[in-house]
């Protein structure tokens, strides 16, 4: 069974998120943005320019810190990616929030799913995004596709998952939400194949 958007929008129906309330933490958000190519689902992703403060040349979603000036969490997403790629906030249809994820370097991310439903032309922010492309989902879905390494951070041992896409490596915060979205779906089609 291929993940649909149909299939997405099921689950958040019932998808019950955790939310993370540390006030040392910064809010921030980040759009998990899908559209469809070649009749399968894609997750658009950007390359950080080394000119941003935070994460200097890494793959990213769409996102950063909350405004004061955003009304909620999600509006600091569609905001972002707004600035970031020229995202019309009106174009995206927002499917749910997963739960919050807190990063080493002291942001607590909520992560927003959209969807796209036509094809849109992005302009980037050059200041703040070098490049913008899309992956499938199914590259995130398969195993041999995926590297796990150990870091030390903060003097503990973590888990630290990496993709290389083309040209490429998508890893850190970025990595694992993907990984923790993808693999809850997936085990909710194999839940459902069972039924």
């Given at each position: ?137 199914s590259f995130f879905l398969d195993s041999r596709n995926e590297r ?12 630290v998952y990496f993709y290389n896409y ?30």
């Amino acid at each position: 069974m291929q993940i649909t958007i149909e299939f997405i929008r099921h689950y958040f129906q019932s998808f019950h998120r955790r939310t993370q309330e540390y006030s040392e933490l910064i809010p921030a958000a980040v759009l998990i943005l899908l559209f469809e190519k070649d009749d399968q689902l894609n997750i658009v992703l950007t390359m950080r320019t080394n000119s941003v403060k935070h994460h200097k040349g890494q793959v990213s979603f769409p996102g950063g810190t909350r405004d004061t000036a955003d009304a909620t969490i999600i509006d600091t997403a569609l905001r972002e990616a707004y600035e970031e790629i020229g995202l019309m906030q009106n174009d995206v249809e927002v499917l749910g929030m997963l739960n919050d994820f807190h990063t080493p370097s002291g942001f607590c991310i909520t992560p927003i799913v959209g969807y796209l439903p036509f094809h849109s032309s992005f302009v980037l922010n050059k200041i703040e995004v070098s490049d913008i492309f899309h992956v499938p989902l199914s590259f995130f879905l398969d195993s041999r596709n995926e590297r796990v390494e150990l870091s030390k951070q903060s003097g503990k041992m973590k888990i630290v998952y990496f993709y290389n896409y083309g040209k490429y490596e998508i890893w850190g915060a970025t990595a694992e939400i993907l990984r923790i979205f993808l693999h809850a779906l997936d085990e909710e089609i194999k839940h459902k194949k069972t039924l």
